[in-house]
């Protein structure tokens, strides 16, 4: 089983090709392209010799992230789904961040969406994960809610230095900065787990993870 995972959350654009079978990627592209990489998206996949054809399920990064790039992925994500009769899994940037800790606790997942720090708080049990808090701005309000607890910190490395001012106003316990630029390879591996569940996403209700409001 051969899945197609595209993250699309932010300018980082990328894309994973993933063999069920022997359990790794085969492929796994990325680039900082901005809007023009989904624009040039099936040349790229020309390019790199990829069949879509070939492929037996797609997954796809729901956000939260940049609302354009977010739209654009998952609109074609779900037409190829459509059209070639294939499952689609679907993903959240915070549940692909749930993939790389290892230890039971309540988890502070950080992104930055445009000036905003965008956050969620995952629970992590011998019986798996749990979405606690969902994907809202970081607001002042929101860092008060957050002074009782005790949390473990779940940031990408190129976010980690800009988020330090922030961080040492926050009761962190442990933090784990991820040493990566995309999810699509972690995206992946949530679709295979959903698959072996039968958790395909509905096509007609999937839709992009926004933090506020689309303008």
């Known amino acids: 089983m051969l899945i197609l995972s595209l993250d699309s959350s932010y300018s980082y654009h990328n894309f994973t090709l993933w063999d069920e079978e022997k359990r790794v990627s085969v492929l796994h592209y990325g680039e900082e392209r901005g809007k023009k990489f989904l624009e040039v998206f099936p040349k790229i996949l020309e390019d790199l010799k990829v069949d879509v054809k070939s492929v037996d399920a797609f997954a796809v990064n729901l956000g939260p992230g940049y609302s354009t790039s977010l739209r654009v992925g998952v609109a074609s994500f779900k037409t190829y789904a459509q059209v070639l009769g294939k499952p689609l ?8 961040f749930t993939k790389f800790a290892t230890s039971e606790g309540e988890y502070l997942t950080v992104i930055k969406v445009s000036r905003y720090w965008v956050y969620g708080i995952w629970e992590k049990t011998f019986e798996g994960w749990r979405e606690m808090v969902k994907p809202s701005a970081l607001d ?27 961080e040492k106003r926050l009761p962190i316990r442990e933090k784990l900065v991820l040493p990566l630029r995309g999810l699509s390879e972690a995206g992946a591996v949530i679709a295979y787990e959903k698959s072996r569940r039968g958790a395909a996403a ?7 993870v926004y933090f506020r409001p689309p303008v």
């Open 89 to 96: 899994y679907t993903y959240t940037t915070f549940e692909g």
């Open 140 to 166: 002042e309000e929101a860092i008060e809610s957050l002074l009782g607890k005790r949390l473990n910190l779940i940031i990408p490395y190129h976010f980690a230095e800009e988020f330090e001012a922030v």
């Open 202 to 208: 509905n096509i007609f209700e999937v839709e992009p």
